[in-house]
């Protein structure tokens, strides 16, 4: 495998210094080859930690111990020297302590196992809104999923330069390898010893023990997420945990969307729909992060930090996300799904009968007897973004794109309806922050209970979240005009029987175009207590079944629910103390009296 040597000292040093601390056998410096991928991904397959799919070229499958299924958010912390600035949403250890713990379990903890250093950028290398990180992995299956996530190589070290900085992200699975020990397919450490950590003040992130997703590929959550909002709320930016579409009308007006929804919430459906709308069509340029600049011309431009899609395999099929389905086809990373009898993927919700046999994510026999599912329901799959049928030819344009819709929803079985705009940005900051999902399988804890989520931001602001409130007013002001139209939208209702009442999927596009309608002043919308939904006949309902007492109830705003909600929210609000901006509360006080 190529190696060269670094001309940045600090990088040097640091790397000096992590490789006396964790011991490990050898080190290898990434230089993002295919060959380094190929080389990695064959001894992987060799020992027994992947599986080569005969019916996928160059794919692989992985099976995690099943303590190690999705990230653990009571593990991982924002570590600041003063515990209010983590605030009340986040759980807090004093720095020092923190690296005292971890310290001890970092040392000697890559004996026995090859030490990678993987540069990487989040966003295109020659955008002015890209951050260089460095993780440093003892994982070769994070090594290969931060190839397709990321931009690896020599090319960010050519960047970095010798004075250039970046962002330290340490990794260890936790798990060295004594002589003569015999290694397990994916070695990790017990919950306890799980620690995701950040150190908002140094740009520093060390994550132990685990080797799943969001907890081990620090580009994603930890960086582009926890350490860049905090950096982006010091620089007048935004990062946010969502996902970026243009949509393009049959004129050819073009529309750029950003949409939060909390982890499992079909982001990844609704950042490659297909419109069933004639004469519309939608481009894909990120499924799970934004990084959003006021631009010269004073628009909100945003680019998507990273190359790849790590997406919930199960109820991914052609019905609900062809162009996912199509971005699968080679060169992707299966984890913890089925594995077929002929050598292929499977899990629930795909496409076409359930196969008579399969070896489920535990690596046992599984039928349709067998009462557990036969892949995780956190089982994911990394694809390459540029395998996406339906990629925006834009999705790396340095400068990125201007956003014209922000909207943000979650699962709601109940009370909010399937859209609403906000009144105006200070109503559609507070339309964020009281946004609220049932939980899913995407995070280790309960399924199906209701939590705010503000801004989909829950597990990933790295900072106070009264803090992060003021920031988006912040920014309100200064977009003044040119900022963004907010929406609120919920695919998820269900009428009293349990019935979802919304079709979803490609049929989100009728609520879309409905939106691009009021940006640009075509349709006026009804005002409700709690903000602005279509007027009757103004949803494009061409060809879709769902009936008339459906989209009633759809649309319906019970101002008693509401009332619920206000004292839900208000409790809610309580644990920010001064911290909640008062323009917040104002919003509150004002839903309030049309409620009443
Ligand atoms: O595991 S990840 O954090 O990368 C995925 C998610 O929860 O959205
Ligand atoms: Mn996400």
Not at 79 to 87: F, L, M, N
Request: hydrophobic share 35%.
């Amino acid at each position: 495998m190529a190696n060269y040597a670094s001309r940045n000292d600090k990088l040097n040093k640091w790397v000096q210094e992590i490789a006396e601390l964790c011991s490990p056998e050898c080190i290898h410096w990434c230089d993002g080859s295919e060959e380094e991928y190929n080389q990695l991904m064959s001894h992987m397959v060799k020992n027994g930690n992947a599986i080569a799919l005969e019916k996928r070229p160059n794919s692989f499958l992985f099976r995690s111990d099943p303590s190690d299924v999705a990230r653990v958010e009571k593990r991982t912390y924002i570590s600041t020297s003063i515990e209010i600035e983590a605030g009340p949403t986040n759980n807090w250890i004093n720095p020092d302590e923190l690296k005292n713990t971890m310290r001890k379990l970092y040392k000697g903890c890559m004996r026995g196992r090859t030490l990678y250093v993987i540069p990487f950028s989040m966003g295109p290398i020659d955008s002015p809104m890209s951050k260089i990180g460095i993780e440093i992995t003892d994982s070769p299956y994070v090594v290969c999923n931060m190839h397709i996530m990321t931009r690896v190589g020599e090319k960010v070290i050519k960047k970095l330069g010798g004075k250039g900085d970046f962002i330290p992200c340490l990794h260890s699975i936790g798990a060295p390898l004594e002589k003569g020990q015999k290694d397990v397919s994916w070695p990790c450490a017990e919950m306890e010893k799980k620690y995701i950590s950040h150190f908002p003040e140094e740009n520093l992130i060390w994550s132990y023990g685990s080797g799943y997703g969001g907890n081990a590929l620090l580009g994603k959550k930890c960086l582009a997420l926890r350490i860049a909002s905090n950096i982006a709320r010091r620089e007048g930016w935004m990062a946010e945990h969502m996902l970026i579409l243009r949509l393009t009308n049959p004129k050819g007006r073009q529309y750029h969307i950003a949409a939060a929804f909390p982890s499992a919430c079909g982001k990844t459906n609704l950042a490659m729909l297909v419109p069933t709308i004639p004469g519309w069509k939608c481009e894909c340029i990120g499924d799970d992060i934004a990084w959003m600049k006021i631009a010269p011309d004073g628009r909100l431009n945003a680019i998507n930090p990273e190359t790849g899609f790590f997406g919930v395999a199960p109820g991914t099929s052609y019905d609900s996300n062809p162009m996912a389905m199509d971005s699968l086809k080679e060169n992707c990373i299966f984890t913890n799904c089925a594995l077929t009898d002929d050598g292929d993927v499977w899990w629930e919700g795909m496409d076409g009968d359930a196969p008579e046999h399969a070896i489920d994510w535990k690596n046992r026999d599984w039928d349709l007897t067998v009462s557990d599912t036969a892949a995780h329901p956190n089982a994911r799959f990394t694809a390459p973004a540029r395998q996406c049928p339906v990629i925006c030819e834009d999705w790396e344009k340095p400068e990125g794109v201007p956003i014209d819709i922000f909207i943000f929803g979650g699962r709601r079985a109940s009370v909010v309806p399937l859209v609403h705009e906000a009144y105006n940005w200070d109503h559609g900051v507070f339309l964020g922050a009281t946004a609220a999902s049932e939980t899913t399988a995407a995070n280790i804890g309960s399924v199906g209970m209701l939590r705010r989520d503000p801004f989909a931001m829950k597990p990933f602001c790295g900072y106070n979240m009264g803090d992060y409130f003021k920031h988006w007013l912040n920014m309100g002001d200064k977009l003044g005009t040119k900022a963004p139209r907010i929406f609120y939208v919920n695919w998820f209702r269900k009428d009293a029987n349990g019935r979802w009442l919304w079709p979803g999927y490609g049929e989100n596009s009728r609520v879309l175009t409905w939106m691009c309608q009021r940006v640009d002043g075509e349709i006026g919308a009804d005002e409700t207590p709690i903000g602005l939904i279509p007027k009757s006949g103004d949803l494009n309902l061409d060809g879709l079944s769902t009936d008339e007492e459906d989209m009633k109830e759809l649309l319906n705003v019970d101002t008693n629910a509401w009332k619920a909600e206000i004292s839900e929210i208000e409790k809610y609000f309580t644990q920010f103390g001064d911290r909640l901006p008062g323009r917040i509360k104002q919003q509150l006080e004002a839903l309030k009296k049309r409620l009443s």
